[in-house]
């Protein structure tokens, strides 16, 4: 019986170690898929990359990759959504820490982050401005603006609303994403645009809230 159970246990051993090694593989495996489609977006972009290529590229066959992915759309909507999340970790914190400066400082502050990150990674910033690609990443999108106003949030006026800072947030991204597909990187003079115009936005809302306030 002892040896039975000494037995099981290095089958159970085995089997584990066995599935641990199979992860391993898998995500090195993936790692090249994701890495092919990396150069592949900044070769070409994401309209001209296609599952042959991304097969030649990365060296796993095309059967492997449908197996996790089943089209084109979905790969670069899961890597859309990495990248994403990605890029809101690098403006909240940038924010974070940063609630005694004045608003529009943590605007700039917001801002320069997402251009940094973008002009430091470019197969994710055309991820990021070229999608979304599915539900996966158009998920992320929400998630990060979400995110990114509990991050302004404690800096920002009071009689500026949720809406208002989120609607700011696309108004500053869709100025970041003209500035990249148009030149393949985000200057700034195209920084320095989307900077005023958030802070305009929001101080024209903030105008808005305090006329209505003292007229009633």
């Not at 972009?45 to 030649?56: H, N, Q, R, T």
Request: with cysteine; aromatic share 6%.
């Amino acid at each position: 019986d002892k040896v039975e159970s000494v037995m099981s246990a290095k089958d159970n051993v085995l089997e584990f170690r066995g599935k641990v090694a199979n992860r391993t593989n898998v995500r090195r495996r993936l790692g090249l898929v994701f890495d092919a489609v990396s150069e592949l977006l900044i070769k070409t972009g994401p309209d001209l990359v296609s599952i042959p290529d991304i097969e030649e590229y990365s060296g796993i066959p095309k059967d492997e990759i449908f197996r996790f992915y089943p089209d084109k759309h979905a790969l670069l909507s899961a890597m859309a959504k990495g990248s994403m999340e990605a890029l809101e970790r690098a403006i909240s914190s940038s924010i974070a820490g940063q609630v005694n400066s004045d608003w529009r400082e943590l605007i700039v502050f917001g801002t320069d982050a997402a251009v940094s990150f973008c002009n430091e990674n470019p197969s994710a910033a055309q991820l990021v401005f070229a999608g979304p690609f599915g539900s996966e990443d158009r998920a992320a999108h929400d998630d990060a603006n979400t995110a990114i106003v509990a991050a302004l949030r404690p800096g920002i006026p009071t009689p500026i609303s949720d809406e208002s800072i989120a609607l700011m947030i696309q108004m500053d991204f869709s100025c970041l994403r003209y500035g990249y597909l148009r030149d393949g990187q985000i200057s700034d003079e195209i920084a320095v645009e989307a900077t005023l115009a958030s802070i305009a936005y929001l101080e024209g809302r903030q105008s808005i809230n305090l006329r209505s306030a003292s007229a009633s």
